[in-house]
Every structure is written in structure tokens, then in C-alpha cells.
């Protein structure tokens, strides 16, 4: 009798040669998964450590030496972007102590301080004004305002760029950006899509408006503290720095940073005005654009509730209690009622805390914020601000700011009129390949340590080098706000090289004229550096 064999037994002894070619092919897979850009840009920040740590000879401390290659590091990640941003700005938090540049405690505490604090509520404002589609209705009915009867471009193309650099002044430039393109691109729907007669000027006039709202995003960010994070990352480095002397405060920073803010917006405007709005244009473009459009818009919104109302006044609340806080020597501000305790962060996570606890009166016990819409808050900016502050403290502890200040010790023999250009000038075409906050941490400790050497005030070189790293305006890659407008498929490289070019010329000569007059009346930068040289003693003291 056949019994049947059974399943086991039917396999065969030896494996087949196409399971040997499944394992093999198996293998080939998991080495090509191994072996891909992303991972070998992973090894390229260790990579880069390492042989700075054995090739590298720098005549100071060793931890100089291994603050130069933790910089390495962390700059080869955030350029290449081979681990999330926000991750390889934590990185200082285990590089430091592993390379014996600072206690883990001292890192961390450059993650939380003032200014984190100002961001923190700032951006939970931002939030709660997002929410509720306030920038909407305000954009709209400034829009409506500058429309003109009948339509006039180049006005129009103020009231949109206007209305941008306004929003961009209280909120983050990218978030500025994000908020109002869609609104931008929203009034441009209205325009013929396919070829027509009056096709290139049409074309024209979608680039003027794109380009508007990216460089205006950038521009408003400018003038004030909270505007975009480099002014903060410049204010905490400062206190950081040179505790003893005042802090730049939102109102201190406001004087100076509105008005030339203003001059390079109209330098903007007129650019714009002059390359894509020509003579005619309101009578090809007035056939799809007017008023009526803009006010239906307007009327989807409905009527103003509370719940916009109390946001508008819990924001105007703050933008006085920000300006009043610190005035002048004759009238000292509120501040002076508590010692000098509190500081900006303080009034703006107040204000914040109020939204939590004020009804928005459309739902019984809803408050008009709760934390569930607090989950879009940009940590990886907040994290970054961090970051930078604690490569900030390690470049000066470790000795690693006097070394590389030899590096642009050509900026001592330049005029003193030709310092705010000059150092304007480097920063902004640094800027251009990385991000601007990532050169403004690099480069203001540097000038820090240059402008100690030349006698002169620090802030007259580390202001340049700040504003001169939100001159981003040739790349699209050059800031996330210019990848908003790039995507919008209106604008191309050209477009914004032909724009940037003179936009960035403008904002060197109204930095030029501005920093040694109005900076000279705003943050002192006339002044001896006898009274300096007690901050940096006592900077060295403590670190």
C-alpha cells in the first residue's frame, strides 16, 4: 500500500537555486537601502567631526579645537537637512558635554530663557489669530482700501505687500507668508490662466504680487523684535554677551528696525512698481479685478464676533505693554514697577495665558484657546532659537570666537562709515546658502570679538551682520518664505535674482545711512568702548 509522504519529506534537501537568488537578491536590496544620499549625509557630520578633531591645529584650548568641529557637525545636518531640523538643533544638548565645551545643565538652560518665552506666547497669539481668520479680514479690507476705482496695479500692489509686512511684524516671516499667499493667489484666481492678448502683462503682474508678499513677509519681520528670529537671536546674544549693559528691548528695537523696515519696503514697492507694473496695465487688468470681487469675499466672513474682537484687544494689549515697558532714561516705562524683573517674554506668555481663560462665547465653557490648537506650535523654530543660543555660549567659552575673529581681521583697517556696508555685505551672501538664523549664530559672535579689537561699539557690527542675514533674496532656497512663493508657479529663479539684486543694494544703503545716525541715537553706538571692556571682563568671569 502507497502511504502518502508527507509535507516535510517532500521539501527538498538542498535549497533551489531560485531561493538562493531571492536571498541574494534580498541582500543586494538591503545594501542599496544602506547606501543611499540621505545616510551618507548622516555620516558626513561624524565624518567632519572626526578629522577636524585630528587634523586641526588651533593655537588655544582644546576646546576650542572641539567647538570648531561640533560646529562642523551640527552645520553640516541643518545644510543638508539629512536629520529633521529640529532634532539637529537638540544635538548641542549631548555634543557639548561628550566634547567637554559645557555642563549639560549650562546647555540647557539656552533653551529656555527670555526670549524663548517671548517666542513661546507670541506664536500661541499667532495661533489664536489664525484661528479665527482675523488675518484674513484684515487683509481683505486693507486690500479693498488700496484697490482704487477703477483698479490701479500699483496700488493695489501696495495694499497687498502692505498688509503683509503689518502681519509679518507680530508673527514669524514664514507663518506671515503661509497666511497670505493663499489670500494673494486668492485675487490672482480672478485673472485668465491661458494664453490671451494681454497675457504678459497679466504675467507681470502675478510675479509683482508673489514677489511682494515673499520679500514684504521678510521685510516687516525687520522692524520689529518678535518679527522674525534672527532680531531674537541677536537680542538674546546680546544680553548673553553683555548682561550688564541694557538689553534691546521690543520698544529700543522697534525705533530702529521700523524705520529702516520702511525704507527698504518703499525701495521694494518701487522695484516691483518699476520692473512688472507697466504703463496701461490698470486697463487690461481692471476687466478681472475690482472691488466687488474683494468685498464677497469680504461678506463670506460675516460679521465680526467676540471671540475676534477679544484676540484684536488681547493683541493690541500687548503690543503696548511691549512698547511701554522700557521708554527712555526721563521715562523709565512700567518696567521700573518691578525691578526690572520683567521682560518682554513675561507680558507676552501673560497675554497668552489670557486666552486661555477668556470665553469666546460661542460654545458654553469654551475659552477662545485650548491646547489642542496649540499642536501646530513651531517647535523646530523654538528649538533652533535654542540652539542658537547655546552655540553662541560655546563659541565665546570655549576660546573659539578669538580665533576665528582673525579671520576678518581685514574689517579693522575699514573706515568707520564702511563697516555697516561691508559687514552687511558678507553676511547677506552667506545667507544665501544657509539659513538666516544659521548665519546670524555663526557670524555675530565673530563680529562680537572683532569689534572688541577695534575699539568700537559691538553693536555696530553685530546689527549689519544680523540684518544683513535676512537679506535672503536671490535663491529659492534661501529662506522657507521664498519656497511659499516659488511653489506658487508664477515666479522662477530669475524672477527673484532679477528683483533681489537691487532690493538687496537697497537694504545695504538704507542699513549705511541708518546705522550710524539713527543707530547712534537709539543704541548709543557712538559711544567710547571704555564702558564695554567691564561686560566683556565680566562676561569671561562667569563663563
Partial sequence: ?????????????????????????????????????????????PFLCAIVCLCVKLEGPATSRNMLAVLVWVFAWWVTEAVPMPITSMSPLFLFPLFGIAAADDVARSYMDDVIALVLGSFILALAVEHYNIHR????????????DPLNPPLLLLGICATTAFI?????????????MPVATGILQRLPAGPT???????????????????SAAVGGMSTLTGTGVNLILAGMWKSYFPEADPISFSTWFFFGFPLA??????????????YCKKGSGGVLSAYLDKAHLKRELELLGPITFAEKMIL???SLLIVLWMTRSITDDIPGWGTLFNGRAGDGTVSVLMATLLFIIPNKKQKGEKLMDWNKCKKLPWNIILLLGA????????????????????????????????????????????????????????????????QTMHVHPLLLMIPGAIGAQFSFWLPTGTPSNVVGFTTGHIDI?????????????????????????????FGTDRQVLDWKLHVRHCKGIS
Fill in 1 to 45: 500500500m502507497d502511504h502518502a509522504m508527507p509535507e516535510d519529506q517532500k521539501a527538498p534537501l538542498l535549497p533551489l537555486h531560485s531561493s538562493i537568488l531571492h536571498r541574494s537578491q534580498s541582500f543586494n536590496s538591503s545594501i542599496r537601502s544602506l547606501l543611499t544620499l540621505n545616510n551618507f549625509f548622516i555620516l558626513l557630520g
Fill in 137 to 148: 479680514r484684515l487683509a481683505l479690507n486693507i486690500t479693498i482700501l488700496f484697490c482704487g
Fill in 168 to 180: 509679518s511684524m507680530w508673527m514669524h516671516n514664514v507663518a506671515a507668508t503661509v497666511l497670505m
Fill in 197 to 215: 492678448r494681454d497675457e504678459v502683462v497679466i504675467k507681470n503682474f502675478c510675479r509683482a504680487v508673489v514677489l511682494g508678499v515673499v520679500y
Fill in 262 to 275: 520702511l525704507l527698504i519696503f518703499l525701495a521694494l514697492w518701487a522695484i516691483l512698481w518699476f520692473l
Fill in 313 to 315: 484687544t488681547v493683541f
Fill in 388 to 451: 542658537g543660543f547655546a552655540i553662541a555660549d560655546g563659541v565665546r567659552s570655549s576660546g573659539l570666537a578669538d580665533i576665528l575673529s582673525e579671520s576678518l581681521a581685514f574689517l579693522e583697517q575699514a573706515p568707520y562709515l564702511a563697516i555697516a556696508p561691508l559687514v552687511c555685505l558678507i553676511s547677506s551672501s552667506i545667507t544665501e546658502f544657509t539659513s538666516n538664523n544659521a548665519t546670524t549664530t555663526l557670524l555675530v559672535p565673530l563680529l562680537i570679538q572683532i569689534a
Fill in 494 to 522: 530669475r524672477d527673484m535674482i532679477r528683483t533681489g539684486v537691487p532690493l538687496k543694494i537697497a537694504g545695504i544703503v538704507a542699513l549705511t545711512i541708518l546705522m550710524p545716525t539713527l543707530g547712534a541715537i537709539v
